[in-house]
């Protein structure tokens, strides 16, 4: 199998299931946002030496190959979904739990911070601002059609998450957090 197929040149693609669309379509904004926060997460686990974090990292890109996959499937009526596209409530649960294992380590935050700091937590702080404009998309497409609510509130959690993560990094790296 080759990896071009021509079948995008004219501005069209397919979602799950084969229906052609632009690719100017919200929902695939939507799911290019997700791609581009995967990315993201793989950059800054490539810059982080703490193992655990970086496997929570990829746990998250996992979690949002099966998002995206959910977002590109143009079926109105889809049937129950088990196995890789499963988006059970437990996984916002998880978010939360590694937050409050990172917090629990931190100083707390009485003021704004600037991003940057280390390499590992400057890219972080990136990923989060991806993540907020992957939640935008979502948002938007949710306006116009019924999205499961723990997708946003996984994204939503999400960044909080990679916020924590940010300052973590920074911290065990020794670096000080720049208040605004």
């Keep these: ?8 040149d ?9 229906r052609r669309v ?15 926060l995967s990315a993201c997460l793989g950059i800054a686990a490539a810059a982080l030496s703490d193992p655990e974090t970086a496997d929570l990292l990829t746990q998250v890109q996992r979690d949002l190959f099966a998002l995206s996959a959910r977002i ?4 109105k009526d ?32 009485k003021t ?19 993540c907020r404009r992957a939640e935008r998309r979502l948002v938007a497409l949710a306006e116009q059609e019924a999205i499961a609510p723990v997708f946003l509130a996984y994204l939503n959690r999400l960044s909080d998450l990679l916020f924590v993560l ?10 000080s957090e720049v208040l605004w």
């Design 22 to 36: 632009r690719k100017s379509l919200l929902r695939v904004e939507a799911y290019g946002a997700l791609d581009e």
């Design 78 to 109: 889809e049937p129950p979904v088990d196995g890789k596209l499963a988006f059970p409530e437990t996984r916002v649960s998880t978010l939360e739990r590694a937050i409050d294992l990172a917090e629990a380590t931190l100083p707390p935050l």
């Design 112 to 130: 704004f911070i600037l991003q940057g700091g280390c390499e590992a937590g400057a890219r972080l702080h990136f990923a989060r601002t991806v």
């Design 72 to 75: 590109a499937d143009g079926e």
């Design 1 to 8: 199998m080759r990896i071009y197929t021509r079948t995008g």
């Design 10 to 18: 004219q501005g069209e693609t397919s979602l799950r299931g084969g």
């Design 166 to 175: 940010a300052r973590l990094a920074n911290h065990r790296a020794g670096h």
